[in-house]
């Protein structure tokens, strides 16, 4: 069997901005139900993972647009996982209309024990099959943590429904934060984010936006610690 999933979307006006261009947020809702439904199609799912007191934590995302999509168009989205590392897991997508590659996009996950929140050596858990590959997939870089001095804080507070099954803020959120922060008119052409320290419900997050020649830095803070860093180049 190939390790390969792929599904359709129909994007709808809500997952647009303002002017049209298709939002961060939404290309990581997609990648977030096609990570989690190909993971239960392999039964490496939550439901499984639970019962093991495991659950899937992702530590980084990045996104290039590589192309405009049209609003109500019907996609197809696409993911496939790579060959798990020492402790962690890379999964690469790819978001395509017409026949064409308009979003790519990889990911980086750790399991951790949902109790104690320490990563878990997943000597006993791998992907079975074939793997797919594809050329010039993405790799996440590094991000660089920066001074935040003299830098506004834009100050979040996570309500219920910013929480995932986790019972930490869900990664969505954050970029839902950014781009309410930046109001950005243009498409946005890459996206990458780090999440560093798990944010919950009530607890105060302040967000500095640092601009950059390519775009902008962005660091979350919680209780005086980096929650997650972000780069954005327009």
Same mark, same amino acid.
């Given at each position: 069997?190939?390790?390969?999933?792929?599904?359709?979307?129909?994007?709808?006006?809500?997952?647009?901005?303002? #002017?049209?261009?298709?939002?961060?947020?939404?290309?990581?809702?997609?990648?977030?139900?096609?990570?989690? @439904?190909?993971?239960?199609?392999?039964?490496?799912?939550?439901? @499984?993972?639970?019962?093991?007191?495991?659950?899937?934590?992702?530590? !980084?995302?990045?996104?290039?647009?590589?192309?405009? *999509?049209?609003?109500? !168009?019907?996609?197809?989205?696409? %993911?496939?996982?790579?060959?798990?590392?020492?402790?962690?897991?890379?999964?690469?997508?790819?978001?395509?209309?017409?026949?064409? &590659?308009?979003?790519?996009?990889? !990911?980086?996950?750790? *399991?951790?024990?949902?109790?104690?929140?320490? &990563?878990?050596?997943?000597?006993? =858990?791998?992907?079975?099959?074939?793997?797919?590959?594809?050329? #010039?997939?993405?790799?996440?870089? $590094?991000?660089? +943590?920066?001074?935040? %001095?003299?830098?506004?804080?834009?100050?979040? &507070?996570?309500?219920?429904?910013?929480?995932?099954?986790?019972?930490?803020?869900?990664?969505?959120?954050?970029?839902?934060?950014?781009?309410? =922060?930046?109001?950005? +008119? $243009?498409?946005?052409?890459?996206? !990458? &984010?780090?999440?560093?320290?798990?944010?919950?419900?009530?607890?105060?997050?302040?967000?500095?936006?640092?601009?950059?020649?390519?775009?902008?830095?962005?660091?979350?803070?919680?209780? #005086?610690?980096?929650?997650?860093?972000?780069?954005?180049?327009?």
């Amino acid at each position: 069997m190939e390790l390969f999933y792929k599904t359709k979307y129909k994007l709808r006006p809500s997952d647009f901005r303002p #002017n049209d261009t298709l939002s961060i947020p939404t290309v990581l809702d997609i990648l977030q139900d096609l990570a989690g @439904d190909h993971a239960t199609q392999l039964g490496l799912g939550f439901d @499984d993972f639970i019962k093991k007191d495991l659950i899937w934590m992702i530590v !980084s995302n990045k996104i290039e647009i590589v192309k405009d *999509i049209p609003m109500y !168009s019907i996609v197809d989205a696409c %993911t496939w996982p790579r060959k798990k590392g020492k402790i962690d897991f890379f999964r690469d997508y790819r978001i395509d209309y017409n026949n064409e &590659i308009c979003v790519k996009a990889t !990911s980086r996950w750790i *399991i951790a024990n949902c109790k104690t929140r320490h &990563i878990y050596i997943p000597r006993d =858990i791998d992907f079975y099959g074939e793997y797919h590959e594809e050329e #010039n997939n993405l790799e996440i870089e $590094k991000l660089e +943590d920066f001074d935040i %001095t003299g830098l506004e804080a834009h100050t979040f &507070i996570p309500k219920f429904m910013d929480l995932d099954h986790n019972g930490h803020v869900n990664n969505i959120k954050y970029a839902i934060y950014i781009e309410n =922060i930046l109001e950005l +008119d $243009k498409q946005i052409k890459t996206f !990458s &984010i780090t999440y560093v320290k798990e944010a919950k419900l009530g607890e105060i997050i302040n967000i500095f936006v640092k601009k950059k020649e390519y775009g902008y830095d962005i660091k979350g803070m919680v209780n #005086n610690e980096t929650c997650f860093l972000a780069k954005i180049e327009v």
